[in-house]
């Protein structure tokens, strides 16, 4: 997608310089556009831990790209492929919802075992490293042909008028490595010429929304509309939410969604106002081993400032000022679940169904249909 009315995407290797992963680094944003040099593991898994980059499709493809430099840099350990093996389990510590990130993790460290010698393994891990990174810009393509035919049908009924998209956090390129999950369709329904306008959530406590989501629509010239997070039940209510549109950073087999905080009530509110709700997502993001979302997905909890203090952008660098006192105690969870009953459909690379686990195993039948 555009930045500045250039083409990028979120995360490649440095040209000229295999050794280096750049990365387009989301703190900055939507004030500054800053390109990250990552030169080792331990540098990849500062980026996802501390969301210099975020989105489970892209930290999938950015733990990839860990475990890439680790092969490169594994012939300075006595036991390299101890080293690997420890540098998977930090990757996948760095945010542990969602499943993107330990799925490319594992799939890296079986493709390196592959290969004899240094060299071989090398190179197989930069070819499946690179395999990844054009699985998942394909998947959003895909999402965003197979999602348009909702938007086309909702144009149809509203005859020509714009259809209206609620958004949470964010689900866009910056998530991905290009166009998107829940923003791919919107993107495709734009680019057609079939009006659009999107209520994009601040999303707090981070602000993804705010940040992220409204400055690709303006990048990208999709007409938008910046509201609270609390007010969307407000506009179904009042009829301007023609659908709801979101991500998934962990899908169970049964159509259970975890998605960014605050997801769930906006599901019950599309639920109560008769809005369809769909969750977008690439087959990544399914969890092939897990069925019961409230009981099996890992909740990450993140650190309390986050809520204690509101960040201003200010001389080129966030400042922090104190919004409660230093001594709240503070509970910060950073996904909740949307049971598969208040989910209209899930959008996927492959199609759409409904979130039920025989619909999910009919679009996906070569997966492991030992659980059905």
């Given amino acids: 997608?555009?930045?500045?009315?250039?083409?990028?995407e979120t995360i490649w290797l440095k040209p000229g310089d295999p050794s280096v992963v750049q990365v387009i680094d989301q703190r900055f944003l939507p004030f500054d556009f800053v390109i990250?040099?990552?030169t080792n593991e331990e540098e990849v898994f500062t980026a996802i831990r501390d969301m210099?980059?975020?989105?489970?499709?892209?930290?999938?493809?950015?733990?990839?790209f860990g475990i890439y430099l680790a092969q490169l840099n594994s012939g300075k350990h006595t036991s390299p492929d101890a080293f690997l093996q420890q540098t998977a389990r930090r990757l996948k510590s760095a945010r542990p919802t969602a499943v993107n990130l330990s799925f490319c993790v594992d799939r890296m460290i079986m493709a390196i075992a592959e290969g004899s010698g240094r060299r071989e393994k090398?190179?197989?891990?930069?070819?499946?490293?690179?395999?990844?990174?054009?699985?998942?810009?394909?998947?959003s393509?895909?999402?965003?042909?197979?999602?348009?035919?909702?938007?086309?049908?909702?144009?149809?009924?509203?005859?020509g008028e714009p259809v209206n998209i609620l958004t949470h956090c964010n689900a866009g390129w910056l998530a991905c490595i290009d166009y998107g999950t829940a923003t791919a369709p919107i993107y495709k329904a734009h680019e057609m010429g079939i009006p659009v306008h999107v209520w994009v959530d601040e999303t707090r406590p981070r602000n993804q929304g705010s940040r992220l989501t409204a400055w690709e629509?303006?990048?990208n010239g999709v007409p938008y509309t910046l509201i609270a997070d609390n007010t969307g039940g407000h506009l179904m209510q009042k009829g301007l939410v023609d659908m709801v549109l979101v991500g998934s950073d962990r899908t169970t087999i049964r159509g259970d969604v975890a998605n960014k905080i605050g997801t769930y009530l906006k599901a019950l509110a599309a639920h109560d106002n008769g809005v369809p709700f769909y969750a977008a997502m690439p087959s990544s993001s399914i969890d092939w081993s897990v069925e019961d979302g409230l009981s099996e997905i890992p909740i990450e909890e993140r650190g309390g400032d986050e809520l204690l203090y509101l960040e201003t952008y200010t001389g080129g660098k966030w400042v922090r000022t104190p919004v409660a006192r230093s001594d709240t105690p503070v509970y910060n969870a950073g996904f909740d679940i949307t049971p598969a009953r208040l989910v209209t459909a899930l959008i996927t690379e492959r199609g759409i169904c409904k979130a039920e686990k025989s619909a999910i195993f009919d679009l996906f039948h070569d997966k492991n249909t030992k659980l059905l």
Avoid: Y
Wanted: net charge negative; hydrophobic share 40%.
């Fill in 217 to 219: 629509m303006a990048e």
């Fill in 36 to 38: 990250e040099d990552l």
């Fill in 52 to 64: 210099h980059i975020r989105g489970a499709p892209l930290i999938g493809a950015a733990a990839a």
């Fill in 1 to 8: 997608m555009k930045a500045g009315g250039r083409h990028f």
């Fill in 122 to 139: 090398n190179e197989r891990a930069l070819e499946t490293v690179l395999e990844i990174v054009d699985e998942e810009r394909e998947n």
């Fill in 141 to 159: 393509k895909k999402i965003g042909e197979q999602g348009v035919s909702l938007i086309e049908a909702a144009s149809r009924r509203k005859t």
